[in-house]
């Protein structure tokens, strides 16, 4: 009877009017049998509606925030991971470790694919990626531009231009969806992983339209010189430096399987 009664009042604490006002993470819920006594608790409450006997609920903890993570592909991998060997990450296993608190709806990697050599083992990290149920992979556009040496004094005898990769719309894609969980209310929290100022317009849009949204943000930024980035770090309500230790806790195993008749294997050297 007792288990019966807590069923109950938990399958009707959703529909209650005060629960309705109060975020829940997790709800210890104590059936009392004596109608007369009660333990000094922050919440009493009676479930009137279905046995009348009293509960005692205790609300140790805040609900979970639906939060939607955004990874800027390559602002990560020149930040954190190039010329590491920690380069087969689960992102689903990086940002339950790190946001642990959080309910995570999403986690979207936007990246390009690159040029050969690199394109095969970027090919199959996207593979493992794909394997994830949280993670969609966002593809913007690979370019290699043609860039001239600005070093003044410099005595190379050669030419003065040299090739520089970049990716595109990866910004643009970003904004793009940020401010589509914005107005679709698809979550409480955005957490941007990217030191790219191009992001502030969106960052504070967000925060005009929605001001009980919050942003977080995270710079990747192994060396000093990366972690200024001081124009995104203001636009947001909190930011940090993304933590490096992570990073070896929460790689893929070797072998991958995508269902495929062949595992996705690590590539070497990640």
């Known amino acids: 009877m007792?288990?019966?009664?807590?069923?109950?009042?938990?399958?009707?604490?959703?529909?209650?009017?005060f629960f309705?006002?109060?975020?829940?993470?997790r709800i210890e819920i104590h059936l009392r049998i004596d109608d007369h006594k009660y333990h000094d608790s922050p919440i009493q409450k009676w479930d009137r509606h279905s046995t009348g006997v009293p509960f005692l609920c205790t609300l140790p903890f805040a609900m979970a925030?639906?939060?939607?993570?955004?990874?800027d592909g390559f602002n990560f991998y020149y930040g954190c991971v190039r010329g590491t060997s920690h380069k087969w990450l689960n992102l689903e296993r990086l940002f339950a470790a790190l946001r642990t608190d959080d309910d995570i709806q999403k986690i979207y990697y936007f990246?390009?694919?690159?040029?050969?050599?690199?394109?095969?083992?970027?090919?199959?990290?996207?593979?493992a990626l794909d394997t994830l149920p949280l993670v969609e992979v966002i593809e913007g556009r690979y370019k290699l531009s043609t860039v001239t040496c600005a070093v003044s004094g410099c005595g190379h005898s050669g030419p003065r231009t040299f090739k520089k990769p970049e990716?595109?719309?990866?910004?643009?894609?970003?904004?793009?969806?940020?401010?589509?969980?914005?107005?679709?209310?698809?979550?409480d929290r955005f957490i941007i992983v990217s030191g790219d100022s191009d992001l502030v317009p969106a960052i504070d849009m967000i925060k005009l339209k929605f001001p009980?949204?919050?942003v977080i943000v995270y710079v990747p930024a192994r060396h000093p010189a990366r972690k200024r980035s001081t124009e995104i770090r203001h636009a947001a309500d909190k930011h940090r430096d993304f933590p490096l230790g992570l990073l070896p806790k929460c790689q893929f195993p070797v072998e991958v399987s995508d269902g495929g008749r062949r595992p996705l294997r690590k590539p070497p050297g990640w």
């Open 2 to 17: 007792q288990e019966k009664n807590l069923l109950d009042f938990a399958a009707n604490l959703e529909g209650c009017h």
């Open 167 to 187: 990716e595109k719309r990866t910004d643009v894609n970003i904004a793009l969806h940020m401010l589509r969980d914005a107005y679709e209310d698809n979550c």
């Open 20 to 25: 309705s006002q109060i975020e829940i993470k």
């Open 212 to 214: 009980a949204k919050q």
């Open 65 to 71: 925030k639906r939060s939607i993570i955004y990874v």
């Open 111 to 127: 990246t390009a694919r690159v040029s050969p050599p690199q394109l095969q083992r970027q090919e199959v990290y996207l593979s």
